[in-house]
């Protein structure tokens, strides 16, 4: 039995996600393209926020960049995370090329990492928001309580 605390401890160990500015930019930096800038703000106590939804924040903002370096090609994105007292905040905006979000995100369309983050952030309680439009860039915004619906 000591043996299996101390090898789930070590998985444990090997999966705990570090600070989300510090994850978000190590991903940033292995996955933009040459010349994209990505800037990272953040205000708040970010330790206020469950594991889970810190996990599913950052998925939800990795995704987020992976569609503005792959399908928006954008030259600027901004990323900034915001912890209060109930909510955690991200918003994620690129100067890429945009998409008809009404279009993409009506049911039975295929976009599976679209669908995959609204499906993430509700199963927690949270909310997303996209906004975007041909040649305007695009606008994510993800809510997040700080604790996730049980």
């Known amino acids: 039995m000591a043996v299996a605390r101390r ?8 999966t705990v996600l570090p600070p989300l500015a510090q994850a ?14 990505v800037r990272i703000r953040t205000t708040g106590d970010e330790r206020l926020l469950s594991d889970v939804c810190r996990r599913e924040l950052f998925l939800a903002v990795r995704e987020a960049l992976h569609n ?3 399908h928006a090609h ?3 994105v ?6 209060t007292r109930r909510w955690a905040h991200a918003g994620i905006v690129d100067d890429g090329v ?24 509700e199963d927690v309680g949270g909310r997303l ?8 860039g695009t606008h994510i915004d993800v809510h997040l309580p700080l604790r996730p619906r049980k």
Do not use: C, K, N, Y
Not at 101 to 107: K, R
């Open 78 to 83: 901004t990323v900034t995370l915001r912890f």
């Open 98 to 121: 945009g998409f008809d979000a009404d279009a993409v995100l009506v049911p039975g369309h295929r976009a599976p990492g679209l669908r995959s983050m609204t499906d993430r952030i």
């Open 129 to 136: 928001l996209i906004v975007s439009g041909p040649a305007g």
């Open 7 to 14: 090898l789930t401890g070590e998985l444990q160990a090997q």
């Open 68 to 70: 503005a370096f792959h």
């Open 74 to 76: 954008a030259d600027r």
């Open 24 to 37: 978000v930019g190590e991903f940033a930096a292995t996955t933009r393209p040459p010349g994209t800038e």
